[in-house]
């Protein structure tokens, strides 16, 4: 499965919303040292109820912007 991801790093309150096919996910992480990303792959684990593995970023390492594959 893939998702569309909108990431907001440095937030004052963790949440992931749903926004028509894609997914508003803010987290506390701040975005350098891949913190945000790595947290972004936890809490994607967390909902879709996989392994952390099996999460993948595969475009937007570097932007807020990102397409997630998640194997199950």
């Known amino acids: ?3 569309k991801v909108f990431v907001t ?3 004052k309150r ?3 919303e749903e926004k028509g096919e894609l997914l508003a996910i803010a987290v506390r992480e701040p ?4 913190r945000a990303n790595d947290r972004v792959r936890e809490l ?3 909902r879709q109820g996989v392994p952390l593995t099996q999460v993948r970023i595969l475009t937007g390492h570097h932007s807020r ?3 997630i594959s998640v194997n199950s």
């Open 31 to 34: 975005a350098s040292g891949n």
């Open 44 to 46: 994607i684990a967390l």
């Open 9 to 11: 790093p440095g937030a």
């Open 65 to 67: 912007g990102k397409m």
């Open 14 to 16: 963790e949440k992931v």
């Open 1 to 3: 499965m893939y998702l």
